[in-house]
């Protein structure tokens, strides 16, 4: 019997909203102000929007409002971000099966969000450092682009092709074979280790410059530290997903199996926490954490949002897919 030591929580999923700040040329004659958006509600709750200019008709007066387990405003560092989630990243080591996704149309802020800008900037250090200082972890860093399994950290990616494939276990795990696992306890290998990453995603990027956009990231942690009830040392699975942009895909740009694939993700993230049954075989990404959507498993899912105005109808988009997870 498991037993969960933090605050019962409404089902096993929570949705958090991130709404990024304008930047560079975004910010040209504004205060830092967003105009359509408005931060409402008790203890952040509620973020409410505005389309500004001509409203059509079916749009009724253009105003909506969302709630959320919680609204992160434009000003929300990165500390205050993992302060909300730490509690969840205990719980891998109480026995679930975590998962933390960042779902959001490119340039949203998903990558700032896991990752943070840049791995020099240790002050804005993104949820991976973070949870990683915290715990002793065994990690694995993987992509998925056109249902194809890139080791991330890998040495040489360029010049060795690993056969990379997954399997299911007989406990219902799915394994990863050939990956690079590597173990890290200081923040120097941190920082290593998601300069790696980048390096292997640049060498993806030449290949296709859309890559980033149209490629989930996961970090897959395995966690040792103390079970919050027990005391005793416990080993845990916390994975934190990049999500490809979720903007509606232009025709010219979705091939068949990129669409299969957004709807697969669609579908698996809206089925969480029901018994719906989920395709998970359809897509590498849903096979790979299928023991973590449903059953003994607690997600939580970012919705990041961008601020720009000319970004309202994907935003509305993000909001609303949002709203049908939680
Ligand atoms: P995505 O991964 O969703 O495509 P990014 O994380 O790359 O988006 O964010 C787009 C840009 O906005 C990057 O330059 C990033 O550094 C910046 N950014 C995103 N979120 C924030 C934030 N909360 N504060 C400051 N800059 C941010
Ligand atoms: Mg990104």
Known sequence: QLHNSIQELKGNIRVFCRVRPLLGDELYGSDGDIPHMAFTGEEHRTLELERLGEVSLSEGNGKYEFTFDRVFDPSTSQATVFEEISQLVQSALDGYNVCIFAYGQTGSGKTYTMEGPSVEDEENMGVISRALLQYEFEGSFLEIYNETIQDLLERHAADVKHDIKMTGTSGGDVMVTNLTTVQVTTENQITHLLKTASQNRAVGETQCNERSSRSHSVFRLKITGNNT?????????????????????????????????????????????????????????????????GGNSKTLMFVNVSPREDSFSETLNSLRFATKVN
């Open 229 to 293: 009830i027990t005391g005793e040392t416990c080993k845990g699975t916390l994975n934190l997903v990049d999500l490809a942009g979720s903007e509606r895909l232009k025709e010219s740009g979705a091939t068949g199996q990129r669409l299969k694939e957004t709807q697969n993700i669609n579908k698996s993230l809206s089925n969480l926490g029901m018994e719906n049954h989920v395709p998970y075989r359809n897509s590498k990404l849903t096979y790979l954490l299928q023991n973590s959507l």
